[in-house]
């Protein structure tokens, strides 16, 4: 069966600190791979995507960037975080072939710039 | 630019009501309409799903009626529990290879006993 993992779970850190947040998925290959971030209280934004390793897809334009080193692991950095990079991170991949879309999350990462 | 519209931002039920959540979306080349559910400090779990050339589909007590003239989708959650106190997102995928979803704002629903 395939399993997504993420972490960490929490993270605190200072204005101008660098940030990795890692993701990987299990037992599958080739999949597609996506970073979201929630706000409080709100919606689900797409931030990057990647369909293959070392193509990556960003979809607003901010203080964040993401790589894929490898097929199934998925990294979100930051030179300098700003207090509104706090939010709740969501890792998520999907079958990148098939009839089946649905998307699998993380269990996220909550970070909190202080 | 917002291109699903999720309404309400939050609903209050008792148990045994039946919520409805409405979605709009802009894209016609939305092919694919996920609900997913999130418990406070989970990620989202895929609820149920349906593609535009279905106008219904249930499973088990939730419902997804869809309307693809209007563009529009709504999920019913039929005798509502206290455990379906939770948050939905309604979302939508665009076609194409990334297969990226674009979600609305949520739902806080919470189901009184």
Same mark, same amino acid.
Do not use: D, F, N
């Given at each position: 069966s395939?399993?997504?993992?993420?972490w960490p779970a929490t993270l605190v850190q200072p204005v101008g600190s660098p940030l990795s947040l890692e993701?990987?998925?299990e037992g599958t290959s080739n999949p597609n791979l996506y970073w979201y971030r929630q706000a409080a209280g709100r919606g689900l934004q797409l931030l990057f995507y990647s369909v293959g390793i070392g193509q990556i897809s960003s979809e607003v334009p901010q203080n964040l960037s993401a790589s894929r080193p490898q097929d199934r692991q998925f990294i979100l950095s930051s030179k300098k975080l700003l207090l509104s990079d706090s939010g709740f991170?969501?890792?998520?991949? %999907? &079958?990148?072939w098939g009839r089946s879309t649905e998307a699998f999350f993380g269990?996220? %990462? &909550?970070?909190?710039v202080v | 630019?917002?291109?699903?519209?999720?309404?309400?931002?939050?609903?209050?039920?008792?148990k045994g009501g039946i919520p409805i959540i409405n979605c709009a979306y802009e894209n016609t080349a939305f092919d694919y309409f996920p609900w997913y559910q999130q418990f406070p400090g989970k990620g989202p779990?895929?609820?149920?799903?349906i593609r535009p050339d279905v106008s219904e589909?249930?499973?088990?007590r939730f419902t997804i009626s869809f309307n693809k003239s209007a563009k529009q989708f709504s999920l019913h959650i039929m005798d509502s529990q206290p455990g379906d106190s939770a948050t939905y997102f309604c979302a939508a995928r665009s076609s194409g290879s990334a297969r990226q979803l674009t979600f609305g704002s949520g739902t806080q629903l919470t189901v009184l006993p």
């Open positions: 395939q399993t997504i993992h993420q993701c990987t998925v991170y969501l890792c998520a991949w %999907t &079958r990148r269990q996220g %990462t &909550r970070l909190t | 630019q917002q291109q699903v519209k999720q309404s309400p931002q939050s609903l209050i039920v008792q779990a895929l609820l149920i799903a589909k249930k499973e088990g």
